[in-house]
């Protein structure tokens, strides 16, 4: 435990000493500062017009207007950003040469996989409090409902989770800091489109497609609905991804 | 303490190590010494767990490196080929997360790190960042990292490579201190340090190991011809002819004259000794004999003939009678 723990430590301070903390972070709060505006915005029309239609203004449901679509929007952010944040995981180290100094200490691939998972998880969370501070805000418009808005915030965490795990397998496999990025992007853009394509495919081929799109996943957790089956997918999906990373660490040793 | 047997490793179809044995006994340095591309490197990295070797077995302190990585790990400190430094970490930081993954317990790290920074001399550079280091400091913080846990044995690739001349000397000077509570494993091109350093060579080449010894006794065991130095004062006379005529005498190099007489090269065939032989015919004559001792190969040229010998070393294994360490070349040599 305290080698994972001094390993994410490492990781967390090196993201803020190079300038890759800085761009994610601050790209991250532009592009969802730019959704938040937006979808306020549609939330302030919509709400004037309802109130022109009667009813009132409080009748508007923040959390279906406003809240729901702003996390799908993260979601997306996510899969263009934190590719990024994981690129360097492993390639960098193996550029370096330092991986040679882990993997010569007294750490188990494990702890060095989970240290890094949990270093880039932790700036993660950051990014992710950085627009709780702008959920807030909403209180003061109307009365979302705190409940649905910690289960949307559980399933981003879920999902970064896994572009995470992702991100360290596919930088465990290349000394390139680019390729890893761009392969890594690939990848979740393809998990993404897969959740288009399961609806023109066929009634099973669309079941297996979008189970497998990592963020057809993540709608109910939009809804406020926590289902276990889709929490269960997620957590599968991030250990299955630092197991492969296990292997591909591994089969590198092997072929030298 | 450090057991290699029969360790193989191949890239492929190329075996970069060959079935290299040997051992290590607990406290005693052992040079390795090889030229490019040798296998030195890969050695160290499959006796510190970073490459699994393709065949054979390889132990520290006991434990086999495949199957108990992390107490091999434990007890080993190493320092890699390129000092494996973090850029974005200044010295002290980087000791620190050193002294973290090794379980240092926190309250002796300070303290541990200061000792270990003053006997590398990378004190005044401990607040600087590692991307900012000359390669002399690069390879001290390496040096620094690879002792500071206190391991028991410590396995240094080219440790003096890079240093000024000062620095060589020191660190030469604090591997031997530290040769006494730590078996140390040290790889180099640079032949005196091995004589200055080790109690033990070995020499290895194109992944074999060509020689095994201590630097004395290979300097002493190659002597299949002896080189006998003379400082004589001939009166004039040229001595070639007298000492050629002096039996077991295989050739003779006669310098020019100088204010301290002249200085002669007398090579004998193997295994006579022509000393007292050649007393006598300087004496009788009426010179006078100034000086006169055995000149031993350097290791240097031992090095040379172990490693470009190599093709011929392959047909003498062959053949059927004994294969001792005593090289036709170095008789072929002496004829010349
Ligand atoms: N990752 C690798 N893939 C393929 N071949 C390799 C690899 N690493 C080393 N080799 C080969 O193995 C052989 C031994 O290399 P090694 O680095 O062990 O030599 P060395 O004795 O350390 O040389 P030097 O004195 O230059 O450091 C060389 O022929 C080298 O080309
Ligand atoms: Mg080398």
Known sequence: MSNILAIAHRELRSYFVSPIAYVVVGLFALLYGYFYVASLAFMVQFSSQAGMFGGGPQTVNVNEFMIRPLLSNTAIILLFILPFLTARAYAEEKRSGTIELLLTSPLSDMEIILGKFFGAFALFLLMLAVTAVHMGILFWYGEPELGSILTGYLGLALMGGSFIALGLLVSSATRNQVVAGVGTFSLLLLFWVLSWMSDSAGPTAGAILSYLSILEHFDDFSKGVIDTAHVTYYLSFIAFGLFLTAKSVDSERWRG | ?336
């Open chain 2, 1 to 336: 303490m450090i057991e290699v047997q029969h360790v193989t490793k191949r890239y492929g179809p190329v075996a970069a190590v060959d079935d290299v044995s040997f051992r290590v006994e607990a406290g005693q340095i052992l040079g390795f010494l090889g030229p490019n591309g040798a296998g030195k490197t890969t050695t160290m990295r499959v006796l510190t767990g970073y490459l699994p070797p393709t065949e054979g077995t390889a132990t520290i302190a006991g434990f086999d490196v495949l199957e108990e990585p992390i107490e091999v790990k434990r007890r080993t400190g190493y320092l890699p080929e390129s000092p494996p430094l973090y850029p974005d970490m200044t010295v002290r930081e980087y000791l620190t997360f050193i002294a973290r993954i090794n379980r240092l317990p926190a309250a002796e790290r300070p303290s541990r790190i200061d000792r270990v920074m003053e006997r590398t001399s990378v004190g005044d550079v401990a607040d600087r960042h590692c991307s900012k280091l000359s390669k002399g400091y690069r390879q001290r913080v390496g040096l620094a990292q690879a002792i500071l846990h206190n391991p028991d044995v410590l396995i240094l690739d080219e440790p003096t490579a890079g240093l000024d001349p000062k620095q060589i000397i020191e660190t030469r000077e604090l591997i031997k201190e530290l040769a006494g509570d730590h078996t140390i494993i040290l790889s180099t091109h640079i032949l005196p340090e091995v004589a200055q350093t080790c109690e033990r060579v070995v020499i290895i080449n194109k992944g074999r190991v060509v020689a095994e010894d201590s630097p004395d006794n290979l300097t002493g065991r190659l002597h299949g011809a002896v080189t006998i130095q003379l400082q004589v004062d001939t009166l004039g006379a040229d001595p070639t002819g007298t000492l050629q005529a002096v039996p077991g005498v295989a050739s003779v190099n006669v310098g020019e004259p100088g204010s301290d007489g002249r200085t002669v090269e007398v090579q004998s065939a193997q295994d006579v000794d022509v000393r007292r032989d050649i007393a006598n015919a300087v004496v009788s004559n009426g010179w006078g004999l100034l000086e006169m001792r055995r000149a031993r190969l350097s290791l240097e040229e031992i090095f040379l003939q172990l490693t470009t010998a190599e093709d011929e070393a392959g047909e003498e294994t062959s053949a059927p009678d004994e294969e001792t360490e005593e090289p036709a070349p170095a008789t072929e040599s002496a004829d010349e």
